[in-house]
């Protein structure tokens, strides 16, 4: 009966266009882990009725996502983002059909992050030491990206949406990935991540206004511009990484960077050892493991 339901499968795929080898390698879940350290496990969704680009099983995000972190880890000296990844050492990147259609999610507005982390949450996206990263196909009224930003918005999902457009200015589908040096997306995926880890925090010295930096429009926590071109990790030290202040989150000592720092620290009213999923705008249930 397997075979039977895995052949009609292969078949109505093929039929749009995804190759029956492409399908294979699509996961459907959170592979097995290779780790129990904190980490960013990458989702690839689709709302109902969107176009399959295939980003997950085209190499196309592990190869954005290699140039972004190897930028990471130029900046920091070493320390990178810690990814899901599979006992071959590639990206874990999860594919989810999501039930609703696009024009539903956009119509949440500002919402739309949380009504995305909301689904992925029902699906079993809620590890206790994981933060997602959301590749959506549609679009956001205001935004090519948005991430949570605790403890002021607590949430494990940062979400990049790729077809926004916009009436008065260009389109979040003009720019493609790059696989050479950062571009947008791959300034993106971090810029929303380290969001999603609560940087940069309120107790940073002056010049941060929300989740941003205000001195230097090159920094990657700047609140616009992330088009290719140099950019800085805290320019000066005083806002988000490597910046002393005692009792104010630090980036270099985020559990989520490898190699990470001891004691690590996780986001800003994190909840260890427990299923967390969104409850409503800034909340969250959580229970116990075995609950």
Known sequence: MRLIWLTLILLLVASDGLRAEELLQRAYEDRADTSTDAQVHVIY???????????????????????????????????????????????????????????????????????????INAAGFNHPRKIYLVYFEGKNKRTCASGAWPPSLPGNAAVLFLLTTFSKAPPCTRYWFTWEEPGWWENSAVHELLHTLGFAARCGQAGVEGSHVLDDSKDLLYGRSRKRGERFLDVDHGQYYRHGIEGCPDLANSAFLEPSSSPAELPPGWVPDKHCIYSGYGKRTCRDITG
């Not at 810690?82 to 949440?108: K, N, P, V, W």
């Open 45 to 119: 969704a689709l709302p109902a009725g969107a176009y399959d680009r295939r980003l997950d099983v085209l190499g196309i995000i592990e190869r954005s996502l290699g140039v972004a972190n190897s930028w990471l880890a130029e900046a920091t000296g070493g320390q990178r983002l810690r990814y899901d990844r599979t006992a071959d050492g590639h990206l874990d990147i999860s594919f989810l059909q999501l039930a609703r259609d696009a024009e539903t999610y956009r119509g949440f507005g500002g919402h739309i992050r949380d009504e995305i982390e909301k689904d």
